[in-house]
T-cell receptor, first 113, second 103 residues
């Protein structure tokens, strides 16, 4: 089944404790991205990747890192999480060319205390 | 710069009534526009794309380049249409509209 998976689905952590949220897709998509979803603000893009070893900042990249060593994986790293990073995070992937839609993961609800 | 505006945060309609969700965009090139839907506790999924000009679950959306709009419409809302709806310009999203359909 074609899908985007994320782990963990729920995470509660403390300020400053490094964490990684994994994202994987099995559709051979070149483009992958991370969003955070906050009430009233919709989906805001954090980082995106056009292909392996090619990443770029989205609209709200501060406090986040990403890497793209393999085509299928695009982990999101929070080196020193802070409470304002408490949010619902979605990973997405799509084909790079043409008017292609994005396929979304199930979301990761992160709480930073 | 690309920008997507969904002016209504909340929309409440009665079952069987028409529903219209507004979406305006700003983009100088040829837009790639989508509507995504997120049902309660589920992931976002594609509802419509402008290039297909199709009707999905009774919803349609027409691209109006003159008004830079891509409004989503359904003539008769159903309770199962209650969800969050996002308009997207390629990979940029609006703030979303929460639709509640009341019996």
């Amino acid at each position: 089944e074609a899908q985007v998976t994320q782990n963990p689905r729920y995470l509660i952590t403390v300020t400053g404790k490094k964490l990684t949220v994994t994202c994987s897709q099995n559709m051979n998509h070149e483009y992958m991205s991370w969003y955070r979803q906050d009430p009233g603000l919709g989906l805001r893009q954090i980082y995106y990747s056009m292909n392996v070893e090619v990443t770029d900042k989205g609209d709200v990249p501060e406090g986040y890192k990403v890497s793209r060593k393999e085509k299928r994986n695009f982990p999101l790293i929070l080196e020193s999480p802070s409470p304002n990073q408490t949010s619902l995070y979605f990973c997405a992937s799509r084909l790079a060319g043409g008017p292609a839609e994005q396929y979304f993961g199930p979301g990761t609800r992160l709480t930073v205390t | 710069a690309q920008r997507v505006t969904q002016p209504e945060k909340l929309l409440s309609v009665f079952k069987g009534a028409p529903v219209e969700l507004k979406c305006n965009y700003s983009y100088s090139g040829s837009p790639e526009l989508f509507w995504y839907v997120q049902y309660s506790r589920q992931r976002l999924q594609l509802l419509l794309r402008h290039i297909s000009r199709e009707s999905i679950k009774g919803f349609t959306a027409d691209l109006n380049k003159g008004e830079t709009s891509f409004h989503l419409k359904k003539p008769f809302a159903q309770e199962e249409d209650s969800a969050m709806y996002y308009c997207a310009l390629r990979v940029s999203f609006g703030a979303g509209t929460t639709v509640t359909v009341r019996a």
